[in-house]
């Protein structure tokens, strides 16, 4: 299912993917139908990754009362979030979207600061990435014991021919004002397990070739300095 294609062609077009897992009774469908956000054109993207509850019908129901607004991925059987994060980038990208990126379904981050990523993305041309940052700093609420999705920061050096440093020049940290860990969340101490164990992997997978472009990448930054 996917909504149809009548935005505004003047304006940047963006595709936000949401991950949805059983979160029919929780889903906060008011405040994505609702959002908006000056000189853009926003729609979201919700994955149901495998749901054994009534979260496709919930997603369904919106996406006929906000076509414009709303797209829905069905993804069968329950693969994960990450996968479901995965697929729906691919779809979004497939669109031509101007600007494709995930949130959270249970808006531990507000959809106000969605507009902030966006504003960062219109005024630096040079960045290609912005990551929200869960830095704890005074008169923002931030409270989280989770773990940044690392694998696309790894993926991206491994990538890149000029390594950490030339990734690190097309990123943009965005601090958060507000993040909360939300009651009903699917955290648990076996994700927590699977989360340790996810860290080991990746170093094992890219470990070795982040060594080496980080190494050519200081290589080539001290020879374009050299007299």
């Given at each position: ?9 003047d304006l940047p077009h963006s595709i936000i993917v949401v991950p949805c897992y059983n979160e029919a009774q929780r889903l906060n469908t008011r405040a994505f139908t609702r959002f908006r956000a000056t000189g853009h054109w926003v729609e979201f993207l919700f994955v149901n990754d ?178």
């Open positions: 299912m996917s909504g149809t294609d009548s935005r505004p062609t495998g749901s054994d509850d009534a979260t496709l019908d919930v997603l369904a129901r919106v996406q006929s009362e906000s076509p414009d607004t709303i797209r829905v991925r069905d993804q069968q059987p329950n693969q994960g979030k990450a996968e479901a994060v995965r697929s729906g980038m691919i779809e979004a990208l497939a669109t031509g979207a101007d600007f494709v990126g995930y949130w959270d379904a249970d808006l531990a981050t507000p959809l106000d600061a969605l507009p902030r990523f966006l504003s960062v993305l219109d005024d630096r041309p040079g960045i290609n990435a912005v990551l929200g940052s869960r830095v704890k700093l005074l008169g923002r609420t931030i409270e989280t014991a989770w773990l940044f999705d690392v694998e696309i920061l790894a993926r991206l050096i491994v990538e890149s021919p000029g390594g950490t440093a030339a990734v690190a020049r097309c990123l943009y940290e965005l601090p958060l004002d507000e993040w909360r860990d939300i009651p009903g969340s699917k955290l648990t101490r076996a994700a927590y397990l699977r989360a340790a164990t996810s860290i080991v992997k990746l170093y094992r997978e890219y470990g070795p070739a982040l060594d080496r472009q980080n190494r050519l990448g200081h290589v080539s930054a001290v020879g374009a300095t050299s007299p």
